[in-house]
């Protein structure tokens, strides 16, 4: 069954400290792999995908992800967090074909002073 | 920058009443979606839409609920008998192309549906 795991449901990390939040997928393929962001009230932001090549991609606002095949991860980290990072961060596979995404259940991210 | 848009933000109904969700996608994207999220639950795939037709759809997709693109700019999401269960914030998203590099669904920022 395809699905997608954020183990991690709720994480608070410091201002300046280092970020990494967990994302694990089950496909029978190699799907084309995304990181979402929702801001309170907002819609779901693009941060980085992954399509092909290399496996570390970059996104936006510092934000980068790595692809493991043997791992079947797509884990999303940022050096240093800023406080407006707090939100809720979504994993999110797709078919290469096109179609619809399955996502994370979500992991919610808070940032202390 | 083009945005997929959804109104209204919030929609309160009472149970058994129809509900129309709108949304209108980026302008030359060809691919149109409906999600929703129940509160404290993933995002879920409803339906999606290509050509006039629906192309694929999920087993919460019942006859109960209905797509439609009336023009040349909106897309409809139709739920005609509204229960408690379907509670929850709609998201509406589009596409340019099929499939391949670059080409990520973008989504509206969402409509709070409350069935009292």
């Known amino acids: 069954a395809q699905s997608v795991t954020q183990p991690d449901i709720h994480i608070t990390v410091s201002e300046g400290a280092s970020l990494e939040l967990r994302c694990n997928y089950s496909y029978g393929a190699t799907p084309y792999l995304f990181w979402y962001v929702q801001s309170p009230g907002q819609g779901l932001q693009l941060l980085l995908k992954y399509f092909s090549g290399d496996t570390l991609v970059q996104g936006i606002k510092g934000f980068e992800a790595e692809f493991k095949r043997s791992q079947s991860s797509f884990n999303l980290r940022k050096p240093s967090v800023h406080w407006s990072d707090a939100a809720e961060y979504f994993c999110?596979?797709?078919?290469?074909?096109?179609?619809?995404?399955?996502f994370g259940q979500g992991t919610e991210l808070s940032v202390k002073p | 920058e083009p945005e997929v848009t959804q109104t209204p933000s919030h929609q309160v109904t009472q149970m058994g009443q129809e509900v129309i969700l709108r949304c209108v996608p980026i302008s030359n994207h060809l691919y149109f979606y409906w999600y929703r999220q129940i509160l404290g639950q993933k995002v879920e795939f409803l339906v999606s839409?290509?050509?006039?037709?629906?192309?694929?759809k999920s087993e919460i997709f019942d006859d109960q609920f209905s797509v439609e693109r009336p023009d040349g700019s909106n897309f409809t999401l139709k739920i005609r008998s509204t229960k408690l269960e379907d509670s929850a914030m709609y998201f509406c998203a589009s596409r340019l192309l099929a499939g391949g590099p670059g080409n990520e669904q973008f989504f509206g920022p969402g409509t709070r549906l409350t069935v009292l």
């Open positions: 839409f290509y050509n006039n037709e629906i192309s694929e």
């Open positions: 999110a596979v797709g078919a290469r074909g096109g179609g619809k995404l399955i």
